[in-house]
């Protein structure tokens, strides 16, 4: 019996550039403090690469990125919320958006400090990712 064996030249999603950013944001770059009772949208920066890359993009996977903050105190784990978006090639780079009520209302506590981090998932949803990873690299106060 013969047999043929097909390799694919791999194809990577850059997960990076985490922000959290108000309504009275003058800077560009992400708030670490968070008023208890100021709207907030958190963000987060992804970029294929990969000679396959728009190959991959042509099925126009979805792009689901689903945000939390870990308190680095006492206390669960809270979810913020899922951003579920499809690929339009050959756009290689995607900027997911969650806009959030108040920290109050998204279940943050006064006082309390967090490590926002957020899963990307790469594929068909509720189905096993193509690709999937983690980013967790802001500290934020709420006040």
Do not use: W
């Amino acid at each position: 019996m013969n047999s043929v064996n097909i390799h694919a030249i791999p194809v990577s999603c850059q997960i990076g550039d985490l922000k959290v950013v108000t309504a009275h944001s003058t800077q560009p770059h992400s708030e670490t403090i968070l008023q208890s009772d100021v709207p907030f949208s958190i963000q987060v920066s992804l970029a294929f690469v990969g000679t396959n890359a728009i190959a991959l993009l042509a099925l126009t996977p979805a792009i689901q990125v689903d945000f939390y903050a870990k308190p680095l105190q006492a206390g669960a784990t809270a979810d913020l919320g899922m951003i579920t978006m499809t690929t339009a090639p050959p756009q290689m780079a995607y900027t997911p958006i969650l806009h959030l009520d108040t920290p109050d209302a998204s279940g943050l506590i006064t006082a309390a400090v967090y490590r926002l981090g957020a899963l990307v998932r790469i594929g068909a949803v509720e189905q096993p990712a193509l690709l999937c990873g983690v980013i967790e690299e802001l500290i934020v106060q709420i006040c």
